[in-house]
């Protein structure tokens, strides 16, 4: 019981003097805080200020002001560039980085961390204001170091902004895998790239190889198995692009829309018109899209006529109400409504039309940007393979 007393008295005793050692230490924490805040000027936190209320002009104009005051505050410095290449002042930017790095042979020259990021921004600046040589140049400088895999991503998006596509293929084959991403769809895109601009040259043989590498890399690149039946077909072969193009349902059924109108005609070619029309339809059923209806709508019009090519849509139209699905329906009417009802039917469709070209749209699952047209890669984010043919009608319907 004495020993446990002892130790507690112990305790008592030490209490006190861990207290007034911690308050020191607070005290000299405090007055170094302090004697740091004292020595940023007023201008440093006002542009704090701005830019926490989202007022990046009087930011801009208050840092420019603290760094008049201490010229030395490099990180301040990289702050005032960064917002000059968001608001789009490139050229201002790129001044600040450029004086930031010629600092190395002065008396306040940089650290090699701050050396390598000033680098990276000035390389960015460059690539933003579109002088895209001097930023290859700059970013080349940055390979090896410690912003190596910043360096590459930045000399991807060069490369592909230059249609340098064997360039951005060394460079996609050298980034790290991050969480399961490998690259393949960006490669076989790139090698598609390649193969489609030997098509026009009549280059079958390296059209053929790149295609190769292409599904070598992602054997669901359809972009490459939909090359592959343009090949085959530019080299007189209808037989092995029609069996190439009827591998897209087995890689992404998605893209069928895509290759429906080559496929019918490339079976009236072979005499094989009611088995094309056939196979459309069956994929119709599995595979339902407003794209793909247009194609079977026209291929039933023309091999059925105009009944079948109504009972068709019709169908369609109870199982998915579309406009799309309206609108071809009223073109079916037509051609089998009596003369006297035609102009009532032609005025229902024509508005119908109308308003269906304008919410035509496609929509990239990245970033959301929607156009008319259908891209391999979305213009607005430079996302591969993110737009789907699918309209954006297609998206509200309900399952």
Not at 20 to 29: E, K, P, T
Not at 201 to 223: F, I, M, S
Not at 318 to 339: F, H, S, V, Y
Not at 384 to 389: D, F, G, K, N, V
């Given at each position: 019981?004495?020993?446990?007393?002892e130790?507690?008295?112990?305790?008592?005793?030490?209490?006190?003097?861990?207290?007034?050692?911690?308050?020191?230490?607070?005290?000299?924490?405090?007055?170094?805080?302090?004697?740091?805040?004292?020595?940023?000027?007023?201008?440093?936190?006002?542009?704090?200020?701005?830019?926490?209320?989202?007022?990046?002009d009087k930011?801009?104009?208050?840092?420019?002001?603290?760094?008049?005051?201490?010229?030395?505050?490099?990180?301040?410095?990289?702050?005032?560039?960064?917002?000059?290449?968001?608001?789009?002042?490139?050229?201002?930017?790129?001044?600040?980085?450029?004086?930031?790095?010629?600092?190395?042979?002065?008396q306040?020259?940089?650290?090699?961390?701050?050396r390598?990021?000033?680098?990276?921004?000035?390389?960015?600046?460059?690539?933003?204001?579109?002088?895209?040589?001097r930023?290859?140049?700059?970013?080349?400088?940055?390979?090896?170091?410690?912003?190596?895999?910043?360096?590459?991503?930045?000399?991807?998006?060069?490369?592909?902004?230059?249609?340098?596509?064997?360039?951005?293929?060394?460079?996609?084959?050298?980034?790290?895998?991050?969480?399961?991403?490998?690259?393949?769809?960006?490669?076989?895109?790139?090698?598609?790239?390649?193969?489609?601009?030997?098509?026009?040259r009549?280059?079958?043989?390296?059209?053929?190889?790149?295609?190769?590498?292409?599904?070598?890399?992602?054997?669901?690149?359809?972009?490459?198995?939909?090359?592959?039946?343009?090949?085959?077909?530019?080299?007189?072969?209808?037989?092995?692009?029609?069996?190439?193009?009827?591998?897209?349902?087995?890689?992404?059924?998605?893209?069928?829309?895509?290759?429906?109108?080559?496929?019918?005609?490339?079976?009236?070619?072979?005499?094989?018109?009611?088995?094309?029309?056939?196979?459309?339809?069956?994929?119709?059923?599995?595979h339902?899209?407003?794209?793909?209806?247009?194609?079977?709508?026209?291929?039933?019009?023309?091999?059925?006529?105009?009944?079948?090519?109504?009972?068709?849509?019709?169908?369609?139209?109870?199982?998915?109400?579309?406009?799309?699905?309206?609108?071809?329906?009223?073109?079916?009417?037509?051609m089998?409504?009596?003369?006297?009802?035609?102009?009532?039917?032609?005025?229902?469709?024509?508005?119908?039309?109308?308003?269906?070209?304008?919410?035509?749209?496609?929509?990239c699952?990245?970033?959301?940007?929607?156009?008319?047209?259908?891209?391999?890669?979305?213009?607005?984010?430079?996302?591969?393979?993110?737009?789907?043919?699918?309209?954006?009608?297609?998206?509200?319907?309900?399952?």
């Amino acid at each position: 019981m004495s020993g446990g007393f002892e130790i507690q008295l112990w305790w008592l005793l030490a209490l006190p003097l861990f207290f007034v050692l911690g308050w020191i230490a607070a005290r000299i924490d405090i007055k170094h805080l302090v004697r740091e805040s004292r020595a940023l000027p007023r201008s440093y936190f006002k542009g704090l200020n701005f830019l926490l209320n989202e007022q990046p002009d009087k930011a801009i104009e208050a840092f420019l002001e603290a760094a008049r005051v201490d010229p030395e505050t490099i990180e301040l410095h990289f702050a005032l560039g960064s917002l000059f290449r968001r608001r789009g002042e490139s050229d201002r930017a790129i001044r600040i980085h450029q004086n930031l790095i010629e600092r190395d042979g002065s008396q306040n020259q940089l650290t090699d961390v701050q050396r390598l990021q000033a680098l990276a921004e000035l390389g960015q600046d460059y690539l933003k204001a579109g002088l895209l040589d001097r930023a290859e140049e700059v970013f080349l400088k940055l390979r090896g170091t410690a912003r190596d895999e910043e360096a590459l991503r930045f000399l991807l998006e060069i490369y592909q902004q230059e249609k340098e596509w064997q360039r951005a293929i060394a460079i996609a084959e050298s980034l790290p895998e991050h969480a399961g991403h490998l690259w393949q769809k960006e490669i076989a895109n790139f090698h598609c790239e390649l193969a489609s601009l030997a098509l026009p040259r009549g280059d079958t043989a390296e059209a053929r190889r790149q295609l190769d590498a292409a599904l070598a890399g992602n054997r669901k690149c359809v972009r490459a198995t939909l090359l592959l039946g343009e090949l085959a077909l530019a080299e007189g072969d209808t037989a092995a692009a029609i069996e190439a193009w009827q591998r897209v349902e087995q890689q992404n059924p998605v893209y069928l829309s895509l290759v429906a109108a080559k496929l019918i005609e490339a079976f009236r070619k072979e005499g094989r018109e009611e088995q094309g029309i056939l196979l459309l339809r069956n994929w119709f059923e599995a595979h339902p899209s407003l794209d793909l209806l247009d194609t079977v709508f026209d291929s039933e019009l023309q091999g059925g006529g105009a009944e079948a090519a109504y009972q068709l849509v019709r169908d369609e139209l109870r199982r998915n109400p579309t406009l799309l699905g309206l609108d071809k329906l009223l073109e079916a009417q037509i051609m089998l409504a009596p003369a006297e009802r035609r102009p009532d039917l032609e005025l229902i469709k024509n508005l119908i039309h109308n308003h269906t070209r304008r919410v035509a749209r496609y929509r990239c699952d990245s970033c959301g940007f929607k156009a008319r047209q259908f891209y391999w890669r979305c213009p607005a984010c430079g996302g591969w393979e993110s737009y789907p043919p699918k309209r954006t009608e297609e998206f509200d319907l309900t399952p």
